[in-house]
């Protein structure tokens, strides 16, 4: 199901329409069609999508979906994907991705810097996506749900679980036959780096940020006479979130309703959100320069960068 969004990640009222209008549907032909009870459980974690009251809003022809959410603070654990499958997942997509770089690199006389710049885009990545999933085995998919699940995972599962170190080397070799310092635990700490989706305030300030540079990129400054109170900001937002939440709960013309609230969101609250994460990255960018380690040379730090910008 694709539907347009300005900020282009899910929320709570394309998430009740998908469960009604396709999971609901879907997973009902598929028990009647295998002459399975007609029973679901739908096991959602925390993510700011998923409406907490969730069995409130599915159609009555639905009902046989149960809803049961993951404790706080525990998707890492229970989550089945995290165990290993999105680890995996990353691991082949960076094997993909040094395999493409050296091949392009190493057919023309273009530096890495000119490949990275010029010569990948979205669909390159959305095709080394698609090789990187289905390099995900089975035997993975079905090993995740060891944890939550333990019964559903035949003992044979354990035993057959393929190494975890050919995709890194590869990776190192590969890095290596392009001149690149790598080493294994380079590789582990990439990964393990990203192994947290980012939250609906990490993605909300990655888009205050972008806004902000192109405000600054074309003049825009916040004038003197017009500064705002930090906790003037907040406490209007918070207004703003309860007003919100109360009339999608409560309104019966929920997509117009949806249309009105987003319109506002997006035209006349930006603006403050911005004015505070702006506030907020300044003074999180004086923290971390604040907090530099002490014993860590200006050497090392030139080292990092240059890495960091070699890659």
Same mark, same amino acid.
């Given at each position: 199901?694709?539907?347009?969004?300005?900020?282009?990640?899910?929320?709570r009222?394309?998430?009740?329409?998908?469960?009604?209008?396709?999971?609901?549907?879907?997973?009902?032909k598929?028990?009647?069609?295998?002459?399975?009870?007609?029973?679901?459980?739908?096991?959602?974690?925390?993510?700011?999508?998923?409406?907490?009251?969730?069995?409130?809003?599915?159609?009555?022809?639905?009902?046989?979906?149960?809803?049961?959410?993951?404790?706080?603070?525990?998707?890492?654990?229970?989550?089945?994907?995290?165990?290993?499958?999105?680890?995996?997942?990353?691991?082949?997509?960076?094997?993909?991705?040094?395999?493409?770089?050296?091949?392009?690199?190493?057919?023309?006389?273009?530096?890495?810097?000119?490949?990275?710049?010029?010569?990948?885009?979205?669909?390159?990545?959305?095709?080394?996506?698609?090789?990187?999933?289905?390099?995900?085995?089975?035997?993975?998919?079905?090993?995740?749900?060891?944890?939550?699940?333990?019964?559903?995972?035949?003992?044979?599962?354990? !035993? %057959?679980?393929?190494?975890?170190? /050919?995709?890194?080397? #590869? $990776?190192?070799?590969?890095?290596? @036959?392009?001149?690149?310092? *790598?080493?294994?635990?380079?590789?582990?700490?990439?990964?393990?780096?990203?192994?947290?989706?980012?939250?609906?305030?990490?993605?909300?300030?990655?888009?205050?940020?972008?806004?902000?540079?192109v405000?600054?990129?074309?003049?825009?400054?916040?004038? !003197? %006479?017009?500064?705002?109170?930090? /906790?003037?900001?907040? #406490? $209007?937002?918070?207004?703003?979130? @309860?007003?919100?939440?109360? *009339?999608?709960?409560?309104?019966?013309?929920?997509?117009?309703?949806?249309?009105?609230?987003?319109?506002?969101?997006?035209?006349c609250?930006?603006?403050?959100?911005?004015i505070?994460?702006?506030?907020?990255?300044?003074?999180s960018?004086?923290?971390?320069?604040?907090?530099?380690?002490?014993?860590?040379s200006?050497?090392?730090?030139?080292?990092?960068?240059?890495?960091?910008?070699?890659?």
């Amino acid at each position: 199901m694709w539907r347009s969004n300005p900020k282009a990640w899910v929320t709570r009222k394309f998430f009740v329409e998908w469960v009604n209008l396709v999971f609901g549907p879907t997973v009902k032909k598929y028990l009647q069609e295998n002459n399975l009870p007609v029973q679901a459980l739908l096991i959602l974690d925390n993510a700011p999508a998923h409406p907490p009251n969730l069995e409130d809003d599915i159609l009555e022809e639905l009902k046989f979906i149960k809803v049961l959410y993951l404790p706080p603070n525990t998707t890492p654990i229970l989550q089945p994907m995290d165990q290993q499958v999105i680890s995996n997942f990353k691991k082949l997509y960076t094997k993909h991705l040094f395999r493409r770089c050296f091949e392009v690199t190493e057919s023309t006389n273009l530096t890495l810097r000119e490949f990275w710049k010029d010569h990948f885009n979205i669909a390159i990545c959305l095709q080394i996506i698609d090789q990187a999933w289905l390099g995900v085995t089975t035997k993975t998919l079905t090993s995740a749900w060891k944890k939550l699940w333990p019964e559903a995972v035949a003992e044979r599962i354990y !035993e %057959e679980l393929e190494p975890g170190v /050919s995709v890194e080397e #590869e $990776i190192v070799s590969l890095g290596k @036959s392009m001149g690149l310092e *790598v080493e294994e635990r380079d590789v582990n700490e990439l990964i393990e780096e990203y192994t947290q989706e980012l939250t609906t305030e990490e993605i909300q300030e990655l888009q205050s940020q972008q806004h902000s540079e192109v405000m600054q990129e074309i003049g825009f400054e916040e004038s !003197e %006479e017009e500064v705002i109170s930090t /906790s003037e900001i907040k #406490e $209007i937002l918070g207004m703003w979130e @309860s007003v919100s939440q109360f *009339v999608e709960k409560k309104h019966p013309e929920k997509v117009a309703t949806g249309r009105a609230s987003d319109l506002f969101n997006d035209t006349c609250l930006t603006h403050f959100r911005n004015i505070l994460r702006g506030r907020k990255k300044q003074t999180s960018l004086d923290m971390f320069f604040s907090k530099r380690p002490t014993g860590e040379s200006e050497k090392n730090v030139a080292k990092k960068a240059k890495t960091s910008e070699d890659i």
